[in-house]
């Protein structure tokens, strides 16, 4: 009865051993030792979505603001989803209300106008827009 037990221990004990040795990390690979050194000083990155410019245009009659926004595409990817956040503030700093614009399928290089509406905003001095989720193709 001793022996068939110490055969499944030892099928057990190898079947464990074989795990954890697939399972191991792999080594990598030593890095590069090689640097490359340009002159001057280093150039910003582009971020993905950049904002080009903005323009307000107000409605009184609504009480709506609207920022046109032109957007670039950085990136090599399609934008499949894009939304831009409009945040305005008083003469004290404090915010005073937000909008939201969205956009669809902008070419990688591409260009692009949002607008980003904001309704019952009331003594606003200043406003900013953000760039709130991306989504690629």
């Known amino acids: 009865m001793k022996k068939p037990l110490k055969i499944i221990g030892f099928i057990i004990l190898a079947v464990f051993v074989i795990g954890v040795l697939i399972n191991a990390p792999k ?24 904002i080009l410019s903005m323009d307000e245009s107000l409605e009184e009659v609504t009480n709506s603001r609207t920022v046109h926004v032109r957007v670039k595409n950085n990136s ?8 831009l956040k409009s945040v305005y503030t008083s003469k004290s700093g404090n915010i005073v209300g937000t909008g939201i614009g969205n956009s669809t399928n902008i070419a990688p ?12 905003i009331e003594n606003a001095n200043t406003y900013d827009v953000e760039v709130n ?4 193709k």
Do not use: C, R
Request: proline letters at 10%.
């Open 76 to 83: 090599d990817k399609l934008i499949t989803y894009l939304d």
């Open 109 to 120: 290089g591409a260009t692009k106008v949002v607008d980003v509406l904001a309704m019952g």
């Open 27 to 50: 080594k990598e690979a030593e890095p590069s030792t090689t640097e490359t050194v340009t002159a001057g000083p280093p150039t910003p990155e582009k971020p993905e979505v950049e």
């Open 133 to 136: 989720n991306v989504l690629f």
